[in-house]
C-alpha cells in the first residue's frame, strides 16, 4: 500500500506570494494532520481535518489555512509569504478510531521563502 | 498544555556504544507516547510507541518503557550502527479521538565507526 504522498517535493517562493502544499493519505485514513518543522527544530502542529471538518488548529496566524476534500486529501495554503514560513512541512494522516490515533507521516514539501 | 522535553544533542557514539536519550513528559491524563526517528533529508518515521503505563515499546533493537510515577520515556540500544545515525523525537498524543502529536526539539546521533 502507498504510504503518504506530498507534492511538491520541494519549492521556493518569494516574500509575500502564495503557496498551495498537497497531501493524500494512506487509503482508508480519513484524518489529516498538518505540522510545520522549521530546521533544526520538532514539527510543531498547525491543524487537524477530520471527514472535511477542522477538528484542531495550531498557533499560527490567519495566513495558514488548510481544506479537506471528499477523497480525504487536503490542501495548506499560506498567504503573504515570510521568510519564516521557510520549513519543512509534514503532513500525517490517521484511521482516529477510538484509542488508535497513531499518525502516519509523509515526506514532506520544503519550501523556501527568499 | 502538553509538552515534551528531550536531551539536546548532538550525541556522538562510537559503532557498538550504548545509548540513552532521555525524554520527559507533561500531559494530563494517560498519552500515548512515542519515538520518531528522521534520516538526513527525509520526512519522520515512527520507531517505536507504547501505549499505557509499564509497556514497553521497541524495534530495530531500541526499547523504550512508558514510566507514569517518573513522566519518562528514555530511548535506549544495547549497540549502535553508523546506519543508526539520525534525528530522534520523542512525541506524545493525548487519548482519543482527534489529537494532536506534541514533539520534543530532538536529539541528533551520530555513530562513528
Known amino acids: 500500500d502507498a504510504g503518504v504522498t506530498q507534492s511538491p517535493t520541494h519549492l521556493i517562493k518569494t516574500r509575500g506570494q502564495h503557496v498551495t502544499l498537497r497531501c493524500s493519505p494512506i487509503?482508508?485514513?480519513?484524518?489529516v494532520s498538518w505540522y510545520q518543522q522549521v530546521l533544526g527544530q520538532g514539527p510543531q502542529f498547525i491543524f487537524q481535518?477530520?471527514?472535511?471538518?477542522?477538528?484542531g488548529r495550531g498557533n499560527f496566524p490567519d495566513r495558514f489555512s488548510a481544506r479537506q476534500f471528499p477523497n480525504y486529501s487536503s490542501e495548506l495554503n499560506v498567504n503573504a509569504l515570510l521568510l519564516g514560513d521557510s520549513a519543512l512541512y509534514l503532513c500525517?494522516?490517521?484511521?482516529?478510531?477510538?484509542?488508535?490515533?497513531?499518525?502516519?507521516f509523509g515526506p514532506g514539501t520544503r519550501l523556501t521563502v527568499l | 498544555g502538553n509538552s515534551v522535553t528531550q536531551m539536546e544533542g548532538p550525541v556522538t557514539l562510537s559503532e557498538e556504544a550504548f545509548l540513552t536519550i532521555n525524554c520527559t513528559y507533561t500531559?494530563?491524563?494517560?498519552?500515548?507516547l512515542f519515538w520518531y526517528v528522521q534520516y538526513p533529508g527525509e520526512g519522520l518515521q515512527l520507531l517505536l510507541k507504547?501505549?499505557?503505563?509499564?509497556d514497553k515499546g521497541s524495534n530495530k533493537g531500541f526499547e523504550a518503557t512508558y514510566r507514569k510515577e517518573t513522566t519518562s520515556f528514555h530511548l535506549e540500544k544495547g549497540s549502535v550502527q553508523v546506519s543508526d545515525s539520525a534525528v530522534y523525537f520523542c512525541?506524545?498524543?493525548?487519548?482519543?479521538?482527534?489529537?494532536?502529536?506534541?514533539f520534543g526539539i530532538g536529539t541528533k546521533l551520530q555513530v562513528i565507526p
Open positions: 500525517a494522516s490517521s484511521l482516529v478510531r477510538g484509542d488508535n490515533n497513531e499518525q502516519f
Open positions: 487509503s482508508g485514513h480519513k484524518s
Open positions: 481535518y477530520y471527514e472535511k471538518e477542522e477538528r
Open positions: 500531559a494530563t491524563g494517560y498519552p500515548s
Open positions: 507504547a501505549t499505557k503505563a509499564d
Open positions: 512525541a506524545l498524543s493525548a487519548r482519543g479521538g482527534y489529537q494532536k502529536v506534541t
